[in-house]
């Protein structure tokens, strides 16, 4: 098998038989020693498949338009106006919380239900939102809004259960929240996982960020912190 050969003085390149392998000689055109090559015996020879420029992006048609267009990864950009927008929303949530609870409206339960049904998947999505992996493709428009509406009701389900749950395992004393509140942990950071795709530590996150903001907005609708709720008695 010829091997190939490039002169280091005038830089021809030019075949001899392998039969020369490891032996020196000078260029047959400006006569600078070489030294040729020993070829590796289980070496493979490259192979290269060079393709025309319209094919590497699906083929083009007879009118010159891509047959198939690439597929590129769309990411949720961090937008000016929307954060605007859920900073204006929030604040309204909490001065009408706040003025709802004033005048007594959540002492219903009713009304305590419907309040957290109306919060809930707003408070999923802005959590998605920060808590999503960028690596994956990330759910928008309607796949998002009916996920996160999913996911917010199971948040609010956990709210319900919890209200039935805690008068009867609390005491008042601190040390029953190691108890009481893995389970209700272990629950919605699978809702997070089950809905939105989330692994199990941004699930956990979500959880904690929707339990960290009802609980203040609890607070605010007059209805006291959760740790202060009285058990039932004996």
Same mark, same amino acid.
């Given at each position: 098998?010829? +091997?190939?050969?490039?002169c280091?003085?005038c830089?021809?390149?030019?075949?001899?038989?392998?039969? $020369?392998?490891?032996?020196?000689?000078?260029?047959?055109?400006?006569?600078?020693?070489?030294?040729?090559? +020993?070829?590796?015996?289980?070496?493979?020879?490259?192979?290269?498949?060079?393709?025309?420029?319209? $094919?590497?992006?699906?083929?083009?048609?007879?009118?010159?338009?891509?047959?198939?267009?690439?597929?590129?990864?769309?990411?949720?950009?961090?937008?000016?106006?929307?954060?605007?927008?859920?900073?204006?929303?929030?604040?309204?949530?909490?001065?009408?919380?706040?003025?709802?609870?004033?005048?007594?409206?959540?002492?219903?339960?009713?009304?305590?239900?419907?309040?957290?049904m109306? +919060?809930?998947?707003?408070?999923?999505?802005?959590?998605?939102?920060?808590?999503?992996?960028?690596e994956?493709?990330?759910?928008?428009?309607?796949?998002?809004?009916?996920?996160?509406?999913?996911?917010?009701?199971a948040?609010?389900?956990?709210?319900?259960?919890?209200?039935?749950?805690?008068?009867?395992?609390?005491?008042?004393?601190?040390?029953?929240?190691?108890?009481?509140a893995?389970?209700?942990?272990?629950?919605?950071?699978?809702?997070?996982?089950?809905?939105?795709?989330?692994?199990?530590?941004?699930?956990? $996150?979500?959880?904690? $960020?929707?339990?960290?903001?009802?609980?203040?907005?609890?607070?605010?609708?007059?209805?006291?912190? +959760?740790?202060?709720?009285?058990?039932?008695?004996?």
């Amino acid at each position: 098998m010829p +091997i190939q050969v490039v002169c280091p003085g005038c830089k021809t390149r030019f075949q001899v038989s392998d039969r $020369f392998a490891g032996r020196t000689g000078p260029c047959p055109k400006c006569k600078t020693p070489i030294t040729i090559p +020993i070829p590796e015996k289980n070496k493979k020879p490259e192979v290269k498949i060079h393709v025309p420029e319209e $094919f590497s992006s699906g083929g083009r048609s007879t009118t010159g338009k891509l047959v198939l267009k690439p597929i590129s990864r769309r990411y949720a950009r961090w937008n000016p106006v929307v954060a605007t927008g859920i900073a204006a929303v929030s604040l309204s949530v909490v001065v009408v919380t706040a003025v709802l609870g004033w005048i007594g409206v959540f002492e219903s339960w009713l009304a305590q239900a419907i309040g957290l049904m109306v +919060i809930s998947p707003p408070l999923v999505v802005a959590g998605y939102l920060m808590l999503y992996d960028e690596e994956s493709e990330p759910y928008r428009g309607w796949s998002l809004y009916v996920r996160a509406g999913v996911c917010g009701i199971a948040f609010a389900s956990l709210w319900a259960l919890y209200g039935y749950v805690g008068p009867r395992v609390l005491t008042g004393e601190i040390w029953n929240w190691v108890f009481l509140a893995p389970p209700f942990l272990v629950l919605g950071t699978l809702a997070g996982f089950a809905c939105l795709d989330l692994d199990w530590v941004n699930g956990l $996150f979500l959880y904690a $960020f929707y339990v960290v903001v009802t609980i203040v907005l609890r607070w605010l609708a007059g209805l006291g912190w +959760i740790w202060m709720d009285n058990p039932l008695p004996m």
